[in-house]
Each structure stands twice: as structure tokens, then as C-alpha cells.
């Protein structure tokens, strides 16, 4: 069973840094793209960025040149470095991943969210 598990959401000022991380585990045979989303209230779920095995980066314009996505293979673990933030990157942010496990062959699976409330 793969589980992905997000950590490091909390309350920032604006201007402010955070830095979540998402672990994946279980019987995994490779990951493939690794990813961050997120969801405001009253709002459709969004891509922040994402990663793929490689070193290919993608970014949401919004979050371009404030936010980096890096991934530790021997880890199974994909980060997300935020600085500069802004009220309106309060949101759930959501870890994705592209998954091919034991048993289970090549899924697409979700973390169970984190909370990132950016307030003075």
C-alpha cells in the first residue's frame, strides 16, 4: 500500500518562508513525476509545480520565481521551498505523485493535504 505524507503547512506573514515536504511509502518500484497542488476555499485545485524523475521543472505562473520544487530520489521524498509569500497562496497544498508499486502496477496518488495560511 503506498501512502504519500505531507508535512511543514502552517501560519506564515506575509514576505514569510515555509517548506513542505511529502515522503512516499509502501512497496514502490519507481516514481515517476512528483508534484504539488493546491486549493483554496471556493476554488477548483490548482497546480503549484511539479517534478519529474529527471531534472525537468514545471511552475504555475503565480508562483514562478518564489516557490522551488526539488525531489530526493534515495528518499522518496519531493519538496516544496516557498518564500515571498502572499495572502493568496493560502490554500491546502496537496502532494501528487505517479506511482508503480508492487502488486498495484503504476497509480496516480494523493496526499492527504496541508494547511498553508499566509496572514498578518
Known amino acids: 500500500q503506498v501512502q504519500l505524507v505531507e508535512s511543514g503547512g502552517g501560519l506564515v506573514q506575509p514576505g514569510g518562508s515555509l517548506r513542505l515536504s511529502c515522503a512516499a511509502s509502501?512497496?514502490?518500484?519507481?516514481?515517476?513525476?512528483m508534484g504539488w497542488y493546491r486549493q483554496a476555499r471556493g476554488k477548483e485545485r490548482e497546480l503549484v509545480a511539479t517534478?519529474?524523475?529527471?531534472?525537468?521543472?514545471n511552475y504555475a505562473d503565480s508562483v514562478k520565481g518564489r516557490f522551488t520544487i526539488s525531489r530526493d530520489n534515495a528518499k522518496n521524498t519531493v519538496y516544496l521551498e516557498m518564500n515571498s509569500l502572499k495572502p493568496e497562496d493560502t490554500a491546502v497544498y496537496y502532494c501528487?505523485?505517479?506511482?508503480?508499486?508492487?502488486?498495484?502496477?503504476?497509480?496516480?496518488?494523493w496526499g492527504q493535504g496541508t494547511q498553508v495560511t499566509v496572514s498578518s
Open positions: 509502501g512497496s514502490i518500484y519507481v516514481i515517476y513525476g
Open positions: 501528487n505523485a505517479d506511482i508503480e508499486a508492487v502488486l498495484v502496477g503504476r497509480k496516480n496518488y
Open positions: 517534478t519529474t524523475s529527471g531534472p525537468s521543472t
